[in-house]
């Protein structure tokens, strides 16, 4: 194998879920594309990679500093949906069923791969709760066993904001379901069946 297709492969082996033959594949397809379309393609992926910013207030990704959905103005921002990963705020944005606002958190908690609470964005999200305008928060977050894990420490965080409605998305999502893969009909109703979650402030 020449020694710069073998370098693209190997690079492409970096990516999730690429193995050597997709990675093969892949590179042959570059090779074959148009050489004005390879650049944009490079280069979009370097300009993504160095100018991507994550929002100031909610840890989505955004070409600026406050993101679109915190910028618009016709949003429910008394209502937080709160996420692991920006791929989660996607798929719920993708129903066109939820209004509000999102938080990321940025990942869930896991002692096994060394992720604590201080590793989230957690204290920025109980800033956003301190303003006082803020009348529920959805927990949409996956129910694997590192997920059950951050809900309960969200919820005892909760505890200190007892005029504000805690509530889960329902559970019609599978126990150990990644949200970014569940179809957005599954997503959709547990939404709006989402309930309420006793923080036991009340």
Request: hydrophobic share 35%.
């Amino acid at each position: 194998m020449p020694r710069l297709l073998d370098n693209v492969c190997s690079e492409l082996q970096r990516l999730p879920g690429i193995g050597r033959r997709t990675a093969l594949r892949l590179a042959m397809h570059i090779l074959k594309m148009d050489p004005e379309a390879a650049d944009s393609l490079s280069e979009s992926i370097k300009r993504f990679r160095h100018e991507i910013r994550y929002c100031a207030s909610c840890n989505n990704l955004s070409d600026t500093d406050i993101c679109p959905i915190c910028s618009d103005t016709r949003r429910d921002h008394s209502t937080i949906c709160v996420v692991e990963q920006v791929q989660d705020l996607l798929s719920i944005e993708n129903t066109g069923q939820y209004h509000g606002v999102y938080h990321v958190l940025g990942g869930v908690i896991s002692p096994m791969q060394g992720i604590g609470p201080s590793d989230l964005k957690i204290d920025l999200l109980a800033d956003k709760l301190l303003t006082g305008q803020v009348r529920e928060v959805i927990i949409a977050i996956s129910t694997s066993v590192e997920g059950e894990t951050t809900l309960f420490y969200l919820l005892n965080r909760l505890r200190a904001f007892p005029d504000v409605k805690v509530t889960t998305i329902a559970r019609g999502i599978g126990f150990g379901d990644e949200l970014e893969y569940v179809d957005e009909l599954t997503i959709t109703h547990a939404l709006l069946n989402r309930r309420e979650v006793d923080s036991g402030a009340r």
